[in-house]
């Protein structure tokens, strides 16, 4: 199968301090990856599109200035909350593509956020 | 643009029955797929089930079917013989050509719930 890993699974933080989440796709090589955000009992909501050795991709209203997103190998993307703040609290889940036609992308496990 | 209807919030349905839930979509596009997906309460998503709007026939996977009528836009998912661990939110989703490498439009999503 195709698993993707994120990291941490939970983090807290203070007002300020930046958080980087790492998104890696475990058994193949993922030349797309996206963020997506999504808020308690409410639906995702795509955030970015990574491509490796590109920039990121932003949806209209994200900051790219605030989430960073870098894709640096075919199996790793990371984004960084910088100068967090408690609106940011969500849960961020990456998902990757192996770029097989229909094949669907694959999605980690997520990571909860909360900004104190 | 795309956007994916899921007017369903929650649904209760008794152990062993088979559910439909509904999900109506709109693009403009010629060409596009469709997906469903779950979310157990620990946030993971998990890959049901995809249709290519080309496909002439419904796709299944196991006990998970879909419902592809083309004319009305709507792509209802299907469980027959519902299980307690079918407990989860349902999302579905569309991309813009059916290609995995492409950007997920998801719906709000409908809550099932599992009646033993």
């Known amino acids: 199968g195709a698993v993707v890993s994120q990291h941490p699974s939970r983090v807290i933080c203070k007002s300020g301090t930046s958080v980087k989440i790492e998104c890696r796709s475990l058994?193949?090589?993922?030349?797309?990856m996206f963020w997506y955000r999504q808020f308690p009992k409410q639906s995702l909501m795509l955030m970015a599109t990574?491509?490796?050795?590109?920039?990121?991709?932003?949806e209209q209203g994200v900051e790219k200035d605030k989430f960073l997103i870098n894709h640096a190998s075919l199996t790793l993307s990371t984004l960084t909350v910088t100068s967090a703040h408690p609106e940011d609290s969500s849960f961020y889940i990456c998902?990757?593509?192996?770029?097989?036609?229909?094949?669907?992308?694959?999605f980690g496990p997520g990571t909860r956020l909360t900004v104190l | 643009a795309q956007k994916i209807t899921q007017t369903q919030p929650g649904m209760f349905v008794q152990e062993k029955e088979a559910v439909t839930l509904d999900c109506t979509y709109d693009?403009?596009?010629?060409?596009?797929?469709l997906f469903w997906y779950k979310q157990p309460s620990s946030g993971e998503m998990i890959f049901l089930i995809y249709?290519?709007?080309?496909?002439?026939q419904n796709a299944t996977e196991g006990r998970y079917s879909l419902n592809f009528q083309k004319a009305r836009k709507s792509a209802n998912l299907v469980i027959s013989a519902s299980q307690l661990g079918d407990s989860a939110m349902y999302f579905c989703?569309?991309?813009?050509?059916?290609?995995?490498?492409?950007?997920?439009?998801f719906g709000t999503g409908t809550r099932l719930t599992i009646i033993p």
């Open positions: 998902s990757a593509s192996r770029d097989r036609g229909t094949d669907t992308q694959y």
């Open positions: 058994d193949f090589q993922a030349t797309t």
């Open positions: 990574s491509n490796e050795g590109s920039k990121a991709t932003y």
């Open positions: 693009t403009s596009d010629q060409s596009y797929g």
């Open positions: 249709q290519g709007s080309y496909d002439e």
């Open positions: 989703a569309m991309s813009p050509v059916g290609f995995g490498n492409e950007k997920l439009t």
